[in-house]
């Protein structure tokens, strides 16, 4: 047994990557983020934050400023497209709260992306690294970047996203499955609403083949959100399809005879982006020795239960517990032990999420929400 400190390499610096290492940190481990890109882009994004997201945010200290700036729902709210019938009005504020011990929020996701950030050392992220080869031996891990550096590591954290390079070096070369579906998003000033408030709930209107889902981001409310789901081709699809520029007219068109005040909503929209909604099979394995996946490198999902982020933050508390204490000769142990806590959740969230039926009716989400990344008992 070895008392020198874990080298931990993190491949990706989304919300999963930055999570993992502020959880990490937490526990006492330093890590290393590498990430592809010079500099992130505040795409017109909100996300919402469940019960069991936000356990993890409070462990790194986050709760109170995230109170502080995004909207606290009263309900999930579902209507019908055209009449606006309510068909389930989900309570959310302060019932969940107490419910499930924690609150439920609503904010632009590129706040909290900067607010995790601000939990790891700027130092300990490196831009400009796009992993181009990764190998290991009974020892270490060695991963090679574009620019010509190696490093080397203990452990090796795939959080690189749906297109991950680190499972691509797992599992083979694979395509995630488009859904036959895209999304269209944008956050805008509630001000060019002109007047016309949104409910204080986070309110699906569903329609036969097609749904739009409208919230405030900010505790202010003046920032709305929306985003939807429909069938659409996809020619423009490509790789890097995450922020494509939508068309407001086709995106009117699609959402034409939907209540007014959807059509309204869309109608003061100044611009949109669109990205395809991919999904994949739950995975036969997220480890190899002292390599992992996490988050949407291993089980991307479609939006329609908001846990995509919040499950890669679950994934960050549980591969942080798993690692603590660990020396370099007990990691693939520990990884395995993530894996076989993580995999089958992971894989009933997103099998329910291709549903789409999550909150339509009378819904029990205490298996969801309730779910407790620092608590959930772990399996030898």
């Known amino acids: 047994m070895s008392d020198q400190p874990l080298t931990v390499a993190i491949v990706g610096a989304g919300i999963g990557g930055l999570a993992a290492a502020a959880c990490l940190r937490r526990c006492g481990i330093d890590a290393t983020i590498y990430e592809q890109s010079s500099r992130f882009t505040r795409v017109g ?14 462990a790194i200290g986050l709760e109170e400023y995230l109170r502080r700036i995004a909207f606290t729902p ?4 579902n209507r019908e497209w055209n009449t606006g019938t309510v068909t389930n009005d989900h309570p959310l504020g302060a019932e969940a709260e107490e419910r499930f011990g924690a609150p439920y929020l609503l904010m632009h996701r590129a706040d909290l992306h900067e607010a995790i950030a601000s939990t790891v050392p700027a130092q300990a992220v490196l831009r400009n690294r796009k992993l181009i080869g990764l190998e290991q031996d009974a020892h270490r891990a060695t991963l090679r970047f574009e620019d ?5 590591a203990d452990v090796v954290i795939g959080a690189d996203g749906v297109h991950s390079v680190v499972r691509e070096w797992m599992l083979g070369a694979e395509s995630p499955r488009w859904t036959g579906r895209v999304a269209y998003r944008a956050t805008f000033p509630a001000a060019l609403l002109g007047g016309m408030g949104i409910e204080p709930a986070c309110t699906k209107w569903w329609g036969p083949d097609r749904h739009i889902v409208m919230y405030y981001t900010t505790a202010a409310r003046d920032e709305v959100y929306f985003v939807t789901s429909q069938p659409e081709p996809v020619e423009w699809m490509t790789r890097e399809s995450w922020s494509a520029t939508g068309d407001l007219r086709v995106l009117r068109e699609a959402f034409a005879g939907f209540h007014p005040k959807v059509e309204r909503f869309l109608a003061a929209c100044p611009q949109v982006n669109k990205w395809v909604l991919l999904e994949r099979d739950p995975l036969p394995k997220w480890c190899e020795g002292r390599v992992t996946l996490l988050g949407d490198a291993c089980h991307p999902m479609t939006p329609y239960m908001a846990q995509g982020a919040a499950t890669s933050l679950e994934d960050a508390a549980v591969l942080s517990r798993c690692l603590e204490g660990v020396d370099a000769d007990g990691i693939p142990q520990a990884l ?3 894996e076989a806590h993580r995999q089958p959740r992971t894989a009933e969230v997103q099998l329910s999420s291709h549903t789409n039926t999550w909150m339509q009716r009378r819904t029990d989400p205490a298996w969801v929400y309730g779910y407790d990344a620092w608590t959930a008992p772990l399996d030898a």
């Open 336 to 338: 395995r032990r993530f």
């Open 74 to 77: 009263t309900s999930f709210l």
């Open 148 to 152: 010509g550096s190696t490093v080397n």
């Open 45 to 58: 994004a909100g996300i919402q934050m469940s019960p069991n997201a936000m356990r993890v945010l409070r």
